[in-house]
């Protein structure tokens, strides 16, 4: 098992951030902004779980035979499944997604979320 | 975290942030919404309900059974129920098997009694390996094993997502369901660990 494998295990033990149901579910805000959307798009029916999961499956397939030197995570497969399967969709346009990004990224320091 | 950092937030957080927020212009998704499912899977589901659900195994034979033979009618008699959680069953350990899950494909897991899945379960490395050579994995776990028990791996897929009965510890016969369920830990009921003793 590689030493980022055991970090990850050493994460979920007696050191990790408590949470009021016992578990460290997202490591980043970002991680659960993303599983919210997702879930609150399939709750208003605009996206099937089987899809997603469908591509869930083959961003992590995709990782894992031709990326391995780049840091594995989990979010960062969901979140490219989920763009994927929006553009795919007709629910949202690779280049304004591009385009908000870039908008984003260009705002200045100490800006209001 | 990068994240922390408001000044420069990740290359991450910030395409997920303009996914999110072209979507709400769209009028597709409220962050209301998303807020409270964000909420509701970090405060209110988790592995304290699976571990109702093992104690009332433990402490009922008839829930047992039920558990035993259709695992998602038996849990919703508890309350829990909800995505991912449509096709459970139960594995149950005893002296001579023990059971573990994975999911080699991606992170299929019984949400309404586990929560979300920790780092660990989801990491390729634990994918790839349990399956291989399940004894190892637990070994390096923590879990050490007897020879003479066979160890079982189940694969949680779309069609069915597997959750695993502990044995009960020895010692316990006087305990009320409550305390037994502070006994179980969500380790326990992937398997890659045994309940605590009292």
């Known amino acids: 098992m590689s030493a980022r494998a055991i970090e990850h295990l050493d994460a979920t033990g007696p050191a990790a951030p408590p949470r009021r149901n016992g578990e460290l579910v997202f490591a980043a805000p970002w991680e659960s902004r993303i599983f919210g959307v997702t879930l609150a798009l399939h709750d208003a029916g605009l996206l099937q779980w089987e899809e997603f999961r469908a591509r869930l499956i083959a961003e992590i397939a995709e990782w894992e035979r031709d990326v391995r030197d780049d840091e594995w995570s989990y979010y960062l497969c969901w979140l490219a499944a989920l763009e994927n399967l929006l553009v795919a969709k007709g629910l949202c346009g690779r280049p304004e997604l591009d385009a908000r990004g870039r908008a984003l990224a260009a705002r200045p320091p100490g800006h209001d979320h | ?198």
């Open chain 2, 1 to 198: 975290m990068p994240d922390h950092d408001h000044d420069t937030p990740g290359r991450e957080a910030l395409r997920a942030e303009a996914l999110e927020s072209l979507l709400r212009e769209k009028g597709l998704i409220e962050s209301e919404a998303v807020d409270a499912i964000i909420r509701h899977f970090e405060e209110d589901v988790g592995p304290m309900n699976g571990a109702r659900v093992v104690a009332r195994a433990w402490a009922d034979p008839g829930y047992r059974r039920r558990l035993l033979e259709d695992a998602t009618r038996a849990i919703a008699e508890l309350g829990f129920g909800g995505p991912e959680g449509e096709h459970v069953v139960v594995v149950e350990n005893t002296a001579g098997v023990h059971n573990v899950v994975v999911c080699t494909l991606c992170s299929c897991y019984p949400w309404p009694v586990l929560g979300l899945p920790p780092a660990w379960y989801k990491d390729p490395a634990y994918r790839s390996r349990v399956v291989r050579e399940p004894r190892a994995v637990l070994a390096q776990m923590g879990l050490a094993l007897e020879e003479g028990v066979e160890v079982r791996v189940w694969d949680s897929s779309a069609e069915v997502r597997y959750l695993v009965l502990p044995e009960r510890p020895a010692g316990t016969e006087v305990l009320g369901e409550e305390e037994l369920a502070a006994l179980v830990t969500r380790d326990a009921m992937i398997g890659v660990a045994k309940a605590k003793r009292p």
